[in-house]
Each structure stands twice: as C-alpha cells, then as structure tokens.
C-alpha cells in the first residue's frame, strides 16, 4: 500500500539485542562485533575437538598433529604481532573482513588436503583455532572497537557478554563433535567425509562473518573516528603485563583442547561423542563463570578476580593428571572449568584499563601476540611428550606453570593503581 512502511527485521533484531545483549550505555555498534564472535566460537567450538581425531584418521602421527595446533597458534601470533604493529594504518573494519575471507580460504583447504606439508602450510596462515579460547587476529581488533563502545563498569561487563557468548557458542559447537560418528552409525555416511565437511561449514560461517562485517561502520554513528597510536606513555605496563601473559599461554598450550581431547581418546578410551560432550558442558560451565565474573570483579578487583579464581582451577588440572578413573579426572576438569575462564574478561578489561584510549589497538595486540606467540609452542611439546608416552605431564606442568604465573601478577600488580571503576 502506498505510504505503508515495511518492518525493518534486521533493525528490531538488532534493537532486541542491544536492549536485551548490551550493558546500559553501550553503543549498538558492538552488536556485529558479538554476533561475530558467537558464529566465530560455534565452529571453534567442535574444530577443537575435531581437528586431532581428523588427523589421525588421514594417517597423520600424534607428533604432527602437535606440530599443526603449533602452526595454527604460530601463524596467528604473527598475524596478530602485524595487526598491533601496522594496524593502525588500515581500518579495523577492513581488516575484520580481510581475516574472515582468510576464515572461509582455512576451511575449505584442510577440507580437500590430506598431505602433512600443505596442511602446515594452511594451518599457519589460516585461522584455525586448536584451543578453548580466541587466539585469531579478529581478538585484538573486536577487543579494542568494544572497549571504546562502553566505559567502566559497562566495559567489563561488555567483554564478559563477549566472553560468554563466545563460550556458550563454543560449548553448543563442541557437542556437534559426536555428528560424523552418529551419521556414520545412523546413515552409513563415511565418517571421514563428515569430518571433511564440517570443515567446509567452518569456511561458510568465514563467509557469513564476512557478510556481518562488511555492515560494519568505519566509526560509530555521530562519533568521529578514534585515532589510534603505537604504544607510548603505557608502554613499559603493557611489556610487563605481556611478558606474564606469556607464562600463563605457553602453559595452556600444553593443554589446548586438541591435545586435552587426544589425552582423553587415548588415556581413557573415551569416544568422539562423549569428549564432544565433555567440551559441551566444560564450555556452559565457563560460561557462566565468565558471567560471573563482572560482579566478582566489582566487588574484589579486576586483579583479585583474575588471580585467586584461577589458581584453584590450576590445582583441580594438576589432580586430573592423577585421576585414577574417568569420573574423579572428568568431576576435576569440570571443576577447573568453572573457575579458569573468569579472567579472561577481567584481563581484557584490566589491559584495556591500564592503558590511554589511543593504544588500546596496539595494547590488544602486542598483549596478545606474545600470548600467541608461547602459546605455539606448547602443543608441539605436548605432542612430542605424548608420542613418548608421558601423556599426562603436559597437564601436570600446565598447572604448575599457571600457578607460579598467578602468583608473579598478582605481586607484580597488586599495589598498581588503575581505574578499574
């Protein structure tokens, strides 16, 4: 009818999810930036879980299989080192879109090879995510957009919807793992080939992020763009706080859940199905841990709350190693993972706190780069402790080597005034 106004789906959505998703005072511009991370965790999620049991089955050893995760976490430090560096040169925006075309191109690769030499080759310039956290070059250029989309308080609560619904996503994602063995039981479908396309659903959502970012403002509507900057008056904090980070990473990468799904196949049997379905409620359990921890933060400290929920979570990893059945090393692992995630928005918003606006690009960035950086090389150790048949000492000095880096923050920081308010 003439005059008649047509409902704008993609804006009721958009307002539902700002009024129901965003803190009070947030800009609606970080609306994209979570969807993003969702769809981005929802393949993560089961890539994690799947990506060694993969390589095996095309007649790949447990040593390569360490030696990708490595590749993958490597190739990602170096994307992410180049963001922090020359990042602020080419707009956030662009580059979002640049890192999910690589997402779709990762994909579709590890989908049709089978050949170790060129899978290295993907892994390392891919984005392909061996862990239980984000450690692509989308981290540091999402972490810095929302932190100016929301000040105080709404910031850390806004990096722990990010962080949740990137653990949430991640969880729903990790119970798709048991998918090729139920077709393969149910339809007769070759479980490889369902192996091979869940890789190639993987590249589809590089394309549906990309489609999400390419809607994405250059800048904040009626808000010029932020300028950005090397680091500077902060730099000599961020160095510190990097080099702390890269104890607690090198330490998680003996423990990647490519490599923790591999110890649970082989130490105790367990199916693809059932570590799928371990993931999927150690991913709910740190969920809600990290929608917890806003409030936790608020009342002891960004640094407390990093602190003090993650050494516990270190001793509960420490005992699994010596978990004499599946249900005592299972129970501690899910104990672990309700508390080790709380810190990752309290970090953020802690790095985000201690720096000026201006660095905040390069803060994420060379924050996270080390992170990556260590983080690489602790699955091809892993892998090669694994292949000589000391398949429970990567978890052993996982939790060791995290509690001796909980314990140097927090005297490191503890006396380090920031606005954490």
């Known amino acids: 009818m003439p005059g008649e106004t047509r409902p704008d789906h993609a804006a009721g959505l958009t307002d539902w999810l700002t009024r129901w998703v965003l803190p009070a005072g947030t800009d609606p511009s970080a609306v994209p930036l979570l969807i993003g991370r969702a769809l981005r965790a929802l393949v993560d999620g089961y890539m994690a879980v799947l990506l060694p049991a993969y390589l095996l089955a095309i007649g790949l050893g447990q040593l390569q299989v360490g030696l990708i995760s490595t590749a993958t976490m490597l190739g990602s430090a170096l994307a992410t080192l180049a963001v922090g560096a020359w990042g602020h040169r080419v707009p956030p925006s662009r580059l979002l879109r640049s890192a999910a075309l ?67 996503c991640a969880a729903i994602g990790a119970a798709a793992t048991g998918l090729p063995d139920w077709l393969h039981t149910q339809a007769g479908w070759p479980r490889l080939a369902v192996m091979r396309g869940m890789f190639v659903f993987y590249g589809a959502i590089g394309v549906l992020v990309w489609c999400l970012y390419r809607r994405l403002p250059l800048a904040e509507a009626g808000h010029p763009p932020q300028a950005t900057a090397p680091l500077g008056p902060s730099r000599r904090t961020v160095v510190k706080l990097a080099a702390l ?113 201006e660095e905040r690009p390069a803060a994420a960035g060379f924050t996270a780069v080390p992170r990556s950086l260590a983080g690489a090389l602790g699955p091809t150790l892993g892998g090669a402790l694994f292949a000589a048949g000391w398949i429970s000492l990567p978890l052993v000095a996982c939790g060791l080597l995290k509690i001796s880096y909980d314990l140097l923050l927090w005297r490191a920081f503890r006396q380090h005034e920031t606005e954490e308010g």
């Not at 190693?321 to 129970?331: C, D, I």
């Open 102 to 168: 690589l997402m779709a191109l990762t994909g579709v690769c590890f989908a049709g090879l089978s050949s170790f030499w060129p899978l290295i080759v993907v892994a390392f310039f891919g984005t392909l995510n061996p862990s239980s956290g984000d450690v692509s070059m989308f981290l540091p250029l999402e972490q810095a957009r929302l932190a100016g989309a929301a000040q105080a308080q709404a910031r850390v609560a806004l990096f722990a919807r990010y962080s949740l619904l990137g653990a949430l």
């Open 245 to 357: 980070f890269c104890i607690d990473s090198f330490a998680g990468g003996l423990v990647v859940n490519a490599l923790l799904s591999l110890w649970l196949l082989q130490r105790f049997g367990l199916s693809l199905t059932a570590a799928g379905l371990f993931f999927f409620w150690s991913g709910l359990l740190s969920a809600g841990s990290q929608l917890a921890a806003p409030k936790v933060a608020q009342r002891f400290g960004l640094l407390n709350t990093m602190v003090f929920t993650h050494i516990p979570a270190n001793v509960c990893l420490v005992l699994a190693a010596w978990a004499p059945t599946l249900p005592v090393a299972l129970a501690l692992l899910l104990v672990r993972s309700a508390l080790s995630q709380m810190d990752v928005p309290t970090r953020t918003a802690y790095v985000m706190a201690v720096v000026t606006p």
